[in-house]
């Protein structure tokens, strides 16, 4: 198998990966989870009554990597970002309710009026929720020898459902990280090349604020903070600029042991319970991005659901890729 097909699969099975086992513990209080699961978790494992997951198994995803899934299969069927396949894509998911797992209620809302040819702007619908990036992962893995176009296609397909600043900043920081990841445009073991590529990351974000935070970011690897003190200053919640740089910042953190650093993401509940499904599936995608699938244990994979059809999907976007892009 090639460098780059591996790191593709790995990738889309480590975003689903973080959020098949971060579902399990979202909203969860560390001391409910310590009490309920004896310490972190490693593995699957049914989700705590306390999460919105409680009920599904524990190797299924959420309705965040369905959603991807959704858009995978459109690039894969158009061999091109086609707005228009991916909204019918999401129409027929979208009346398909008994399949549904916790849904983002924005999300439902912005389909619903789309389905009706209605622009949720006119409606006054903004959210700055990072379930709307998690869909530049397919972005940045078609188009990721160039991060200025995955930025763009980024945007595209996040803003379709999700409308915010947030949200534009997001998304493209996203996508263009999935870019460089997979071209290892920045070799990140060394100290000095994880704070160029937080650096070059930052040039796609257009709101000061948003800067500032991956600013934080920085500070925090120079300071080699571990990750509750990340979580206290960044924060863990669904808000993009949360979960997003936190993610970044856990993954950085551990790029020598990018197993523990997804644990870590999986596990990010802190003293107040977190985002930990969008964080896992985000820190996921990147280990997967950089170290490849081979990163993630055999048994794991062979006990996600659906991980054949990752597999795939991945193997169908490596193919469509034009040759001459190939390495």
Not at 196 to 206: E, G, I, Y
Request: proline share 4%.
């Amino acid at each position: 198998m090639g460098l780059l097909r591996d790191k593709i699969r790995g990738a889309i099975v480590g975003g689903a990966l973080g959020d098949a086992i971060g579902k399990c513990v979202e909203d969860v209080v560390e001391q409910e989870v310590y009490e309920f699961y004896g310490g972190p978790v490693r593995g699957f494992v049914s989700p705590h009554p306390s999460s919105p997951a409680y009920g599904q198994l524990p190797e299924e995803t959420s309705d965040e990597t369905t959603v991807v899934r959704l858009l995978l299969e459109s690039v894969v069927k158009k061999k091109a970002i086609d707005i228009q396949d991916f909204l019918r894509r999401l129409i027929l998911w979208y009346e398909d309710e008994p399949s549904h797992r916790y849904p983002d209620p924005t999300l439902l809302t912005s389909v619903d009026l789309l389905s009706r040819g209605i622009d949720p702007a006119t409606h006054g619908l903004t959210s700055s929720s990072v379930e709307g990036i998690l869909r530049s992962l397919v972005v940045g893995l078609f188009h990721y020898y160039n991060p200025e176009l995955s930025a763009e296609g980024s945007k595209l397909v996040s803003l379709l459902t999700h409308r915010s600043q947030a949200v534009l900043d997001g998304s493209a920081v996203f996508g263009a990280s999935i870019s460089y990841l997979l071209m290892e445009e920045f070799n990140l073991l060394d100290f000095n090349e994880r704070i160029r590529f937080l650096n070059a990351l930052r040039k796609f974000v257009s709101d000061r604020r948003h800067d500032k935070t991956l600013e934080l970011v920085q500070e925090l690897l120079y300071e080699q903070a571990d990750v509750d003190t990340a979580i206290r200053n960044i924060g863990n919640g669904s808000f993009v600029f949360e979960a997003l740089p936190l993610s970044l910042f856990i993954f950085l953190s551990y790029i020598e042991d990018p197993m523990e650093g997804f644990w870590r993401a999986v596990n990010s509940y802190g003293e107040y319970g977190g985002d930990t499904d969008a964080i896992g599936f985000l820190v996921g995608s990147m280990v997967g991005a950089y170290h490849g699938e081979r990163v993630f244990p055999k048994h794991l994979l062979e006990n996600l659901e659906n991980y054949s059809l990752y597999s795939e999907l991945a193997d169908k976007l490596y193919d469509i890729i034009p040759q001459l892009q190939r390495w």
